[in-house]
Nanobody
Framework: QVRLVESGGGLVQAGGSLRLSCAAS????????MGWFRQAPGKEREFVAT????????AYADSVKGRFTIWRDNAKNTIYLRMNSLNPEDTAVYYC?????????????????WGQGTQVTVSS
């Protein structure tokens, strides 16, 4: 049973930056695509970023492209999300997830294991 634990969330002012981490235990994530999603209060969970198993290819939601960066360290069984130029619309609970394929995906239904989430709050 793979367990994913996110960390690094918090309160930040608009324009600031945060780095989220997602550490896996109970199994390796090195052979799998991984993703970050977020859910704001009263809204559906939405795709943020995804990375393939090797880390060589990534994809982003239009709303975060150019501001967020996803990468992974398979030796540490961890993925990361660097978030720059944060704005209040980025406020949400951020989740990492594992896809049982090598490729990434923007569809939440393609993922089988999810973390509990970490809160990111951006003040104006």
């Amino acid at each position: 049973q793979v367990r994913l634990v996110e960390s690094g969330g918090g309160l930040v002012q608009a324009g600031g930056s945060l780095r989220l981490s997602c550490a896996a235990s109970g199994g390796t994530i090195g052979s799998y695509g991984m993703g970050w999603f977020r859910q704001a209060p009263g809204k559906e969970r939405e795709f943020v970023a995804t990375v393939i198993s090797s880390g060589d290819s990534t994809a982003y939601a239009d709303s975060v492209k150019g501001r967020f960066t996803i990468w992974r360290d398979n030796a540490k069984n961890t993925i990361y999300l660097r978030m720059n130029s944060l704005n209040p619309e980025d406020t949400a609970v951020y989740y990492c997830a594992r896809r049982p394929r090598q490729s990434g995906s923007s569809r939440s239904s393609d993922y089988d294991y999810w973390g509990q989430g970490t809160q990111v709050t951006v003040s104006s």
